[in-house]
Nanobody
Framework: QVQLVESGGGLVQAGASLRLSCAASGRTSGRTSSTYAMGWFRQGPGKEREFVATIDWRLGSTAYADSVKGRFTISRDNTKFTVYLQMNSLKPEDTAVYYC????????????????WGQGTQVTVSS
């Protein structure tokens, strides 16, 4: 089992920045040498969960949703088993609960391909 704990959410004004963190614990040994990926998803009020960004643990390759490309950056610290989501130029439509997820295999944009999920952290952007 892998446990994921998100942090860093909060209430900010439009145009501000936030950095989310996701710490992985549990059976993380060996993950950095295996094909493994982390992702960020979000679910806004009355909306379905949607893909935000993903990163390969070993290679560092990334992918982003079009809605956040150029504003959000996903990164990881393999020594700390932590993945980050730097969010700049936040907009009210970015308001959502942000979830961290982990999967074996290559990076992916489909939520159902992820094996482990965190509890989520709320991000609220006021206009």
């Amino acid at each position: 089992q892998v446990q994921l704990v998100e942090s860093g959410g909060g209430l900010v004004q439009a145009g501000a920045s936030l950095r989310l963190s996701c710490a992985a614990s549990g059976r993380t040994s060996g993950r950095t040498s295996s094909t493994y990926a982390m992702g960020w998803f979000r679910q806004g009020p009355g909306k379905e969960r949607e893909f935000v960004a993903t990163i390969d643990w070993r290679l560092g390759s990334t992918a982003y949703a079009d809605s956040v490309k150029g504003r959000f950056t996903i990164s990881r610290d393999n020594t700390k088993f932590t993945v980050y989501l730097q969010m700049n130029s936040l907009k009210p439509e970015d308001t959502a609960v942000y979830y961290c997820a982990a999967k074996s295999g290559p990076i992916g944009v489909v939520a159902t391909s992820y094996d482990y999920w965190g509890q989520g952290t709320q991000v609220t952007v006021s206009s």
